[in-house]
Nanobody, 116 residues
Framework: QVQLVESGGGLVQAGGSLRLSCAAA????????MGWFRQAPGKQREWVASITSGGRTMYEDSVKGRFTISRDNAKNAVYLQMNSLKPEDTAVYYC??????????WGQGTQVTVSS
């Protein structure tokens, strides 16, 4: 059974917006901090943003002010609103636990491509 399913990626021009969604199994989501991560071509996966069960958020410096992470505890879902997209945001985006280095099996991710 798939535990994490990302969606909402696509091809957009620089300056555009996308909203990513992550559907998580209740056992993973409930009471836990969740995060978004991304992996660009030729680079390692990196942390982008996280949100605690109580709604406190943190962001990587390069996306701060442009991206907003949110969660719906009733739906076991986490979202990433991405505005003012830049070509350097191009990557496969994944969601997962954001509890130190603790992760469950990664989902397939969703591709975000930003053209100049």
């Amino acid at each position: 059974q798939v535990q994490l399913v990302e969606s909402g990626g696509g091809l957009v021009q620089a300056g555009g917006s996308l909203r990513l969604s992550c559907a998580a199994a209740r056992s993973i989501f409930s009471g836990n901090a969740m995060g978004w991560f991304r992996q660009a071509p030729g680079k390692q996966r990196e942390w982008v943003a996280s949100i605690t069960s109580g709604g406190r958020t943190m962001y990587e410096d390069s996306v701060k002010g442009r991206f907003t992470i949110s969660r719906d505890n009733a739906k076991n879902a986490v979202y990433l609103q991405m505005n003012s997209l830049k070509p350097e945001d191009t990557a496969v985006y994944y969601c997962n636990l954001a509890l130190g280095t603790l992760r469950v099996t990664w989902g397939q991710g969703t591709q975000v491509t930003v053209s100049s």
